[in-house]
């Protein structure tokens, strides 16, 4: 739990309480984890129903290491996963800044004008 949550905020995403990374990581469809020897240098997870709806999530890369491929080849992994299990499912994702451009070289497309993704963090 402490590198995931490390790793988030060390990548630039949103902090997890422990009780919220100790309650959602069981709950992973497939995840993908790089490592160099102990350390832990970037991963993603799908999360979902595992038929209809996924989701992919937790996209991190240390910043050290960005830009040298890792993200691409955590979005293999997870791609590859789905391709082999998910066909048919609404595979969806939230993209900062300029990684939409990473995730197009997988198939996905801005989802604008005909839907429009929104979120909450429930405080």
């Known amino acids: 739990m402490a590198e995931y949550r490390e790793l988030r905020v060390r990548a630039g995403l949103s902090p997890k309480t422990l009780e919220a990374a100790t309650l959602g990581l069981p709950h992973t469809v497939f995840g993908v984890s790089i490592r160099e020897g102990e350390q832990l240098l970037a991963m993603g997870r799908l999360v979902g129903d595992r038929g209809c709806f996924l989701q992919v999530v937790d996209i991190a890369v240390v910043p050290e ?14 791609d590859a996963w789905l391709q082999a299990n998910a066909v048919g499912a609404y595979v969806s994702l939230i993209a900062d800044g300029d990684a939409h451009r990473l995730y197009a070289q997988f198939g996905f ?15």
């Open 65 to 78: 290491r960005q830009g040298q491929g890792l993200g691409k080849a955590v979005m293999g992994e997870l």
């Open 109 to 123: 497309a801005l989802t604008a004008p005909r839907s429009v993704g929104m979120a909450k963090v429930v405080r």
